[in-house]
């Protein structure tokens, strides 16, 4: 199989006011610049209050800029809520669904994020969708069930899919913001079990999926992760705040 183009993304959480964002987006921009063509895609997804501003300051380097959730509907009386248009409008390319923290934190079902998908893939945007073991499921042997029942629930699989507009991350619960990874064998096992299910519904164009593993990426631990097959990028939460730390992981993935 063809090596797909890596994708780093930076997951910034709740995590920048505008001059603390400005300035990491602006000292990423500036070092994907100087390497003239990065090693990989980079993407970094701001909360939606600098989202705009962050676009405007990576400008035309090649960085892309996308969201952390977004509302099924258009428009209408959600209060609160962000819709796909109008990440697309602030300038976002991407948009992350089911990140663990929504799910689990705040009860986000696999039916919400596949309407949310198929809502952000008919506004144009690219839809990185997150799905992952607790800790109690991988130690109940269940880990690669999960990832096939998760897959099932939240592959938009009405719409039209293509390899630049799906990325599916896999981000185990317990290995996010804790230090902790599985172990690289888990972590091919489980991204070769995504490839065949993915493959089961999508056939060729599954090949063309980019599968992240994210959950405690480290400069250090980046490049032994990003060398496993199926795995063609990672998603960042902690170390992407750094401007070092989150390019370390790009050189990595190159
Ligand atoms: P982490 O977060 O890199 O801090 O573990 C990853 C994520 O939540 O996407």
């Not at 995590?15 to 063509?37: K, S, V």
């Not at 390319?93 to 952000?120: C, F, N, P, Q, Y």
């Not at 991350?169 to 913001?177: L, N, R």
């Amino acid at each position: 199989m063809a090596k797909l183009r890596k994708l780093v993304a930076g997951n910034w959480k709740m995590n920048m006011l505008a001059a603390d964002g400005t300035a990491l987006a602006a000292a990423i921009a500036a070092q994907a610049r100087e390497a003239g063509t990065p090693p990989c895609d980079l993407l970094l997804c701001p909360p939606a209050t600098i989202l705009r501003l962050i676009a405007e300051t990576v400008g035309d380097t090649p960085v892309a800029v996308g969201g952390q959730d977004c509302h099924s509907a258009e428009s209408g009386a959600y209060t609160g809520d962000i819709s796909a248009a109008m990440l697309n409008d602030a300038g976002a390319s991407h948009v992350i669904l089911g990140h663990s923290e929504r799910r689990h934190g705040l009860g986000e079902t696999d039916a919400t994020v596949k309407a949310k998908a198929a809502a952000a893939l008919q506004t144009g945007l690219t839809v990185i969708i997150c799905i992952g073991e607790t800790e109690a499921e991988r130690d109940g042997g269940k880990t690669l069930d999960v990832l096939s029942t998760q897959l099932a629930g939240s592959l938009p699989l009405g719409s039209t899919l293509d390899g630049s507009s799906l990325v599916i991350a896999y981000e185990p619960v317990w290995a996010i913001g804790t230090g902790r990874t599985p172990g690289e064998a888990e972590i091919a096992e489980a991204h070769t079990h995504m490839r065949e299910v993915l493959t089961g519904y999508i056939g060729a164009v599954a090949a063309d999926v980019r599968l992240l593993y994210g959950g405690s990426v480290k400069p250090d631990n980046a490049a032994a992760i990003l060398a496993l097959d199926h795995v063609d990028g990672a998603l960042v939460g902690g170390a992407s705040l750094d401007a070092a730390n989150f390019m370390g992981i790009a050189q990595a993935a190159g």
